[in-house]
């Protein structure tokens, strides 16, 4: 099998030492593709062609630059279908969540390629190179729109593929071939990758995304040299299901704000809290529900929910279900590793904790895998204050009433976002054809 070659300077290369790695369809385990880490001297050659292409990259018009990004979003949409596949088949994203990426991925380019206006109105480049370092959730989305928007600016760029899923960006690659040769490279690897970037004096920012130990390990490699790391924000939402709501209506809400990419998401993590007198109806319709859900091979589209991303990422979760049941939740289904139809995968069976306690790491939300977390509060004040405390930027509340949920909002200063007594714009995905039934909002 060849290995697939990065791009460095307008040239698909090879690594020196051929650190050749296999990588594998994470839900059936078969071989996909053979990757070249880069080495020291290869983050040396894509920083040396950064800098060479630089200073006429960015004395370009804003205009031009525009322009010569076009061609990214016009090979996104040629490519579109194929691409959401080999998302689905390396990342173990459902299908249907892979197309929505490159469906979102279409507009979001063209948009980062117009942020930046003529530098007479005071937009700068950032002074060097911007490093972007993608998430293997969004193979793709984690690095496009912000390498388009630097490019846009005026910087030159090197992105460094996810470790665990660089295929899909392997191949985007091509996309950026209308642009001069050095203004966008990428790189493959994570040692020594990372740490020869963040030495480098000739970069001036590094842009990531990422979620549990992959963003701590990001930040530990940034503090011990001196630099600084700017994470992608995390979307911290909360839920809340007050006693008097739909449940089952409020259950696929439930559904569909954690069990997204498997509960791996690096940027939409969610907390669920339901009124003590709703807790056990909740808890069994969320049962009910997830017991239903399709789990299996993600490139189908009738799939719901795919495998964690490695076996490391499902001992990881089975160990940390273990602690949350040791601090007091109730395991209601799942909660184990499994083999569904028969896939050798690393599939974590859809698992839902009741009772979590306020605080603890289940309610922490802090378990990247398809774990529901029921956090129990006495009432929707007690809710609003926890979750408030734990940084939620929005709520979105189920409810007969909301009047007291929204007043207990207002009080913790969280914005609701949803009040939801029955909101057409909740509906299951699988009435779109294609893509997974865990339950979407759109708003």
């Known amino acids: 099998m060849t290995p697939r070659s990065m791009l460095i300077g307008g040239e698909r ?11 594998r369809n994470p839900a059936t385990q078969a071989p996909l593709a053979t990757v070249a880490d880069a ?18 990259w960015r004395t370009l018009a804003a205009p031009l630059r525009q322009d010569r990004l076009a061609s990214v979003g016009a090979w996104l949409r040629e490519r579109g279908e194929p691409l959401a596949a080999l998302l689905a088949r390396e990342s173990g994203a459902p ?25 007479a109105s005071g937009a700068e480049p950032s002074g060097g190179i911007v490093v972007v370092l993608a998430a293997f959730d969004r193979p793709l989305a984690s690095w496009l729109p912000a390498a388009v928007a630097a490019l846009a600016a005026g910087d030159t760029v090197i992105v460094v593929a996810s470790s665990e899923a660089p295929l899909a960006a392997l191949e985007a690659a091509d996309a950026f ?16 990758v990372l740490p020869a970037l963040l030495a480098a004096p000739e970069v001036a920012r590094i842009l990531a995304s990422g979620a549990g ?24 939402e909360a839920l809340l299901v007050c006693a008097g709501a739909d449940l089952e209506f409020a259950a696929a809400g439930v559904l569909w704000a954690c069990l997204r990419r498997s509960g791996q998401s690096s940027v939409a993590r969610a907390r669920v809290y ?19 859900l399709e789990v299996g091979d993600p490139a189908k589209p009738e799939t719901d929910l795919g495998p964690l991303i490695s076996h490391a990422a499902l001992r990881r979760a089975e160990e940390q279900v273990a602690r949350a049941l040791k601090d007091g939740a109730r395991l209601k289904l799942g909660g184990r590793a499994f083999q569904p139809w028969g896939l050798p995968g690393h599939f974590l069976q859809p698992t839902v904790l009741a009772a979590a306690r306020p605080g603890s790491l289940a309610a922490r939300g802090e378990i990247l895998a398809p774990v529901i977390s029921l956090i129990e509060c006495r009432d929707a004040a007690a809710a609003c204050t926890e979750a408030g405390s734990q ?9 007969g009433d909301a009047g ?5 909002a207002r009080a913790a200063r969280i914005p609701a976002r949803h009040v939801v007594a029955r909101d057409p714009r909740w509906f299951p995905y699988r009435d779109r054809p294609g893509a997974s039934a865990v339950a979407v909002a759109r708003s």
């Open 274 to 292: 339901v009124e003590s007198a709703a807790a056990a109806a909740l808890a069994d319709q969320v049962h009910l529900q997830a017991a239903f």
């Open 39 to 56: 080495g020291v001297a290869e983050v040396a050659r894509a920083i040396e062609a950064a800098s060479a292409a630089r200073p006429r």
């Open 391 to 399: 940084g939620a930027r929005g709520l979105a509340v189920f409810a």
């Open 177 to 192: 071939a209308a642009l001069p040769a050095g203004v966008f490279n990428l790189l493959v690897g994570a040692e020594p």
């Open 13 to 23: 290369i090879l690594p020196q030492d051929l650190a050749l790695r296999e990588i």
């Open 213 to 236: 130990a992959a963003r701590v390990a990001y930040a530990e490699a940034a503090r011990q040299a001196g630099r600084t790391i700017e994470f992608e924000d995390v979307n911290l």
């Open 95 to 119: 299908l249907g969540e892979t197309i929505d990426e490159i469906a979102e991925l279409d507009p979001a380019v063209p948009v980062a390629a117009q942020r930046v206006p003529e530098p």
């Open 404 to 408: 007291a949920a929204l007043e207990a």
